[in-house]
C-alpha cells in the first residue's frame, strides 16, 4: 500500500504551532491531492470551570478597566460575582456572591459591565429587580441603582452604551417588555436616571450601539412572545426619538432572535436567528436597508443564532449558539469567506453559547470569551494575537 508521509521542518513546526489558526497544507504534486490538517488551536481557557464553583453557570460579562480584566458572573444559587485579572490568568474575587445579599434577594447574574466617566458599571438580573453597581478602584463596588428603578418588575437590565455623553442602560420588564434609561452622573440620585424609551410587549433588549456612519443609537429587541425580530435607532437619545427601523424580523417572521450589534468598515452589523432555517447575520450603511451576510447557520441547521458580534485584529468575528455540539467562533478573516475559528464548544459541547456581545473583550492585545456551560460552570477562553496565513509543506512519497 502506497503512504504519504509528512516531513516537517522541527524548526518551522515550532514556528507555525506558535501561531493560533495557521492552517498547515501539504501537496502531492504527483497526484494533485492538497493535504490539510489543523494546526493546535490558540484558544486557551484561563479559568477554572466556574472559577472554581460548578453552580456558577456562566461567564457572562467581561470588561477592561484600569489595567485589569473584569469578569462577571452567572450564579442562580450563591448570587453573582466579579472577579479580575491583571495578566488574564490569575483571578482575584473582587465581589461576594450576590454583593453580599441573602440568598432570596442576591442578584443571580451580571448581565454587563461598562466604563464610563471614570467607573466601572455592573448591571444584574435573572431573578429579583435588577440593580446597577459602579466602582471607581475595581474593589469597592456601590449600589447606584436598586429595585429595577423603583420597579420591582424591572427584572433584567440586560445591555449599556455610552452615547452623547451619557451611560445609556436597555432594561425590561416582566409585562411591557423593554426600556431605555439614560444618565449624565452615573450616580445614585435616581432623579439623575431618565427614562426615554418603554415598550408595550414582553421583550429583552439583546444589542445596544453606536452607528457612527450615521450618529444614530441601535438597539435589537427580541420578543419574549415569538414576535419577529425588531431594530430600533434613536438619533439623540431622547424620549420620542426612537423609531423601528426593523419591525417585521427583516421581512421573515421566522427571524424572531437577536443578538449583538457592531460597526465594522461602514456597515451597522446585528446577529439574528430564525426558529426555521437557524443563525443568521444582517448588515445595514444606513440603517434602513439590511443584507444577509451569511448562509442561515452557516451550514449548521443546530446553530440558532448569532449572539454576538465582535472586531479583533481588524476582523469581523461572531459567536453562534449551538445546544448541540457547542458554540462555534466565526470570522470573515479576508472580507470575502467564512472560516470557522474554534473546535465546536471548544472541545465540550456544553459550552453551548456566549451572552452576546457582553461576554467578549479585548484586554492585552488578547481576545477573551466567556461561556455559559450548565454542567462543568462556566469557562474562559483566550485567543492571543496570531498571525494567520497559508504555508504548503514538502511530502515525502514513500513506497513499502
Given at each position: ?112 459591565m ?8 455592573a ?9 446597577i ?22 427584572v433584567n ?81 431622547a ?54 451576510m ?12 448569532v ?85 504548503y509543506?514538502p ?6
Amino acid at each position: 500500500m502506497n503512504r504519504i508521509k509528512l516531513t516537517i521542518w522541527p524548526m518551522l513546526f515550532l514556528i507555525l504551532v506558535g501561531f493560533a489558526d495557521v492552517k498547515l497544507f501539504a501537496r502531492d504534486h504527483a497526484h494533485n491531492i492538497e493535504a490539510m490538517t489543523q494546526a493546535v488551536s490558540s484558544w486557551i481557557q484561563v479559568n477554572n470551570n466556574g472559577f472554581g464553583n460548578q453552580q456558577t453557570e456562566e461567564v457572562s460579562a467581561l470588561e477592561a478597566f484600569n489595567n485589569h480584566l473584569y469578569a462577571g458572573t452567572s450564579n442562580l444559587i450563591d448570587g453573582a460575582q466579579i472577579f479580575r485579572s491583571t495578566d488574564g490568568v490569575t483571578w482575584t474575587a473582587v465581589t461576594d456572591p450576590g454583593f453580599g445579599s441573602a440568598h432570596d434577594t442576591a442578584p443571580p447574574a451580571i448581565l454587563d459591565m461598562m466604563v464610563f466617566d471614570g467607573y466601572l458599571y455592573a448591571t444584574t438580573g435573572r431573578g429579583n429587580a435588577a440593580q446597577i453597581w459602579r466602582t471607581v478602584d475595581g474593589v469597592n463596588w456601590a449600589r447606584v441603582v436598586n429595585a429595577g428603578f423603583g420597579d420591582p418588575d424591572v427584572v433584567n437590565m440586560t445591555v449599556l452604551a455610552v452615547y452623547g455623553s451619557q451611560l445609556y442602560v436597555g432594561a425590561a420588564k416582566q409585562d411591557t417588555g423593554v426600556q431605555v434609561w439614560r444618565t449624565y452622573t452615573g450616580d445614585g440620585n435616581l432623579s439623575n436616571w431618565n427614562q426615554v424609551a418603554t415598550g408595550t410587549d414582553p421583550a429583552i433588549m439583546t444589542g445596544l450601539s453606536v452607528f457612527n456612519v450615521d450618529g444614530g443609537l441601535y438597539a435589537a429587541v427580541q420578543s419574549e412572545t415569538g414576535a419577529a425580530a425588531q431594530i430600533w435607532r434613536s438619533y439623540g437619545g431622547a424620549l420620542g426619538t426612537w423609531t423601528a427601523v426593523v419591525s417585521d424580523g427583516f421581512g421573515n417572521n421566522n427571524t424572531t432572535l437577536t443578538g449583538g450589534l457592531a460597526e465594522f468598515n461602514g456597515y451597522l452589523y446585528v446577529g439574528a436567528g430564525n426558529i426555521v432555517d437557524g443563525a443568521q447575520l444582517w448588515r445595514s450603511n444606513d440603517g434602513v436597508s439590511w443584507q444577509q451576510m451569511i448562509t442561515p447557520g452557516l451550514g449548521d441547521p443546530n446553530s440558532e443564532k448569532v449572539e454576538s458580534v465582535f472586531i479583533f485584529q481588524n476582523q469581523l468575528y461572531v459567536g453562534v449558539k449551538n445546544v448541540s455540539t457547542g458554540i462555534e467562533i466565526w470570522r470573515l478573516a479576508d472580507g470575502l469567506a467564512w472560516e470557522q475559528a474554534n473546535l465546536d464548544g471548544f472541545g465540550d459541547g456544553n459550552n453551548a453559547g456566549t451572552n452576546g456581545h457582553n461576554a467578549t473583550a479585548e484586554f492585552l492585545n488578547q481576545l477573551y470569551l466567556g461561556t455559559a456551560n450548565a454542567v462543568d460552570g462556566g469557562e474562559l477562553w483566550r485567543k492571543p494575537l496570531t498571525l494567520n496565513e497559508r504555508v504548503y509543506l514538502p511530502v515525502v512519497l514513500r513506497m513499502p
